[in-house]
């Protein structure tokens, strides 16, 4: 990044640097120089995929649009049966020096993706049965890609715990927009109503550049065979730990499809997006604090972590004050296809104010905290299912949006709780 910085402008932002270390207490040269590439990364993304939304929004019709969002909660609900959280593990292990995480998690993860292409299969054959062909082809392209993507895509995982923001942002690059830009040119070119061609067009470009990028980092580290045993034992535990927040992840667009029909969840897919997109730059903080998390103690951590997680609490506030208030203007600018989402979007635009939750779950993870990731990662999922399956059929939408907020909030106080015990 340095090379990139005009000379006139170093000294001040090494002034900016201080500032940062003194207000913020914390490595904010890391900050600056990781933050930097992980920003550009999520900028690409989030302006790769406004694009793609753009074209969904104002081109394709709302039941295909929904057929669309609903294959692919279809696919996240499959894929948690498989090793979900081998990433995580695997960017703890080599941010500790042990760099053979890489190859031993794709391995494990490939074997471990068997029940689940057994089971998008079955899903494929029961829409096959029922005459969706749209849906049962869609869905066998996605029991035949989505473990290669996942397994592949480890190699970020792997720059991530050797903190090479660059890297990951760069191949990062490609994966966020090539996708996009496909399916941008067959839409404009008038295929606007194959759910089939969309998913096929995602995936085997997301896997042909996630094989490519896999080789390309193991070429260019050459990681050592050196492998910490712990590290599978922990991946399959995260993973475990986290199958009923996946579920919990998809279940509502599953059943805002199953009740109200694809025009609805095209709707709520809508009014979700831009929080969703808001919340992706918390990813960035995510990604930053794993592996300075691993390297400090609890007890350090339960002095430092408070004062970080009130300025974020005060940024995420500003923020979702800013997008409650411009969303009107937003959809009636850019979609006014769904001007009936903006409500809806208003109403999620306070997810953002869960952001600082991060700095606990990320810790616990950093710190193999495996009780209180149990304890967690169940009861929560839990409730918001619950809310979910109990709302959504009487309420609609609101019921989906209500369960969302809840557990949120219930989150929150669940993480805090934990934290303070620790």
Not at 364 to 383: C, D, G, S, T
Not at 412 to 417: G, P, Q
Request: proline fraction near 5%; hydrophobic fraction near 55%; include cysteine.
């Amino acid at each position: 990044m340095d090379a990139m910085i005009p000379a006139f402008l170093r000294p001040r932002i090494a002034t900016l640097t201080a500032l940062l270390e003194r207000h913020l207490r914390t490595d904010a040269n890391y900050l600056l120089h990781g933050g930097f590439w992980l920003t550009v990364g999520q900028v690409v993304s989030i302006v790769a995929g406004f694009s793609l939304a753009l074209a969904f929004g104002n081109l394709v019709p709302k039941e295909v649009f929904g057929n669309y969002k609903f294959v692919f909660s279809l696919a996240g609900l499959f894929a948690t049966i498989s090793l979900t959280a081998m990433g995580s593990a695997v960017t703890q292990a080599v941010a500790r020096g042990y760099d053979g995480a890489l190859a031993e998690g794709l391995r494990t993860y490939l074997w471990w993706s068997i029940p689940s292409v057994i089971a998008t299969g079955a899903g494929a054959a029961y829409y096959f049965w029922n005459g969706n062909i749209e849906i049962g082809t869609s869905l066998l392209i996605v029991a035949v890609c989505a473990p290669l993507l996942s397994g592949f895509n480890l190699y970020s995982s792997f720059l991530q715990g050797k903190k090479d923001f660059r890297r990951s942002t760069i191949y990062g690059f490609f994966l966020s927009t090539v996708s996009p830009l496909i399916m941008v040119g067959l839409i404009l070119a008038g295929a606007r109503y194959s759910v089939p061609l969309f998913i096929a067009v995602y995936y085997f470009s997301m896997v042909a550049l996630s094989i490519y990028f896999h080789f390309r980092t193991v070429a260019i580290y050459k990681p050592t065979t050196r492998a910490d045993p712990e590290t599978l034992r922990y991946g399959t535990h995260l993973s475990f730990i986290n199958v009923l927040g996946r579920i919990a992840a998809y279940v509502d667009k599953v059943l805002v499809f199953h009740f109200l029909g694809a025009a609805p969840l095209a709707v709520y897919a809508f009014a979700a997006a831009p929080p969703q997109y808001v919340m992706r730059f918390n990813g960035i903080f995510k990604t930053l604090a794993l592996p300075k998390l691993a390297e400090r103690d609890i007890a350090t951590l339960k002095q430092t972590l408070p004062r970080k997680m009130a300025l974020h609490f005060l940024a995420a506030a500003v923020v979702a004050a800013v997008y409650i208030a411009l969303a009107p203007t937003f959809f009636r600018l850019l979609f006014p296809q769904y001007l009936d989402a903006v409500l809806y979007s208003q109403a999620l635009g306070l997810i953002i104010l869960s952001a600082p939750g991060m700095w606990m779950g990320q810790t616990l993870i950093a710190h193999m905290r495996k009780w209180e990731l149990y304890v967690v990662n169940i009861i929560n999922p839990l409730f918001k299912m619950g809310l979910f399956v109990a709302l959504i059929p009487f309420f609609g939408i609101w019921g989906a949006i209500a369960a969302t907020l809840g557990s949120n909030i219930m989150g929150v106080f669940l993480s805090v709780w934990v934290f303070r015990r620790l």
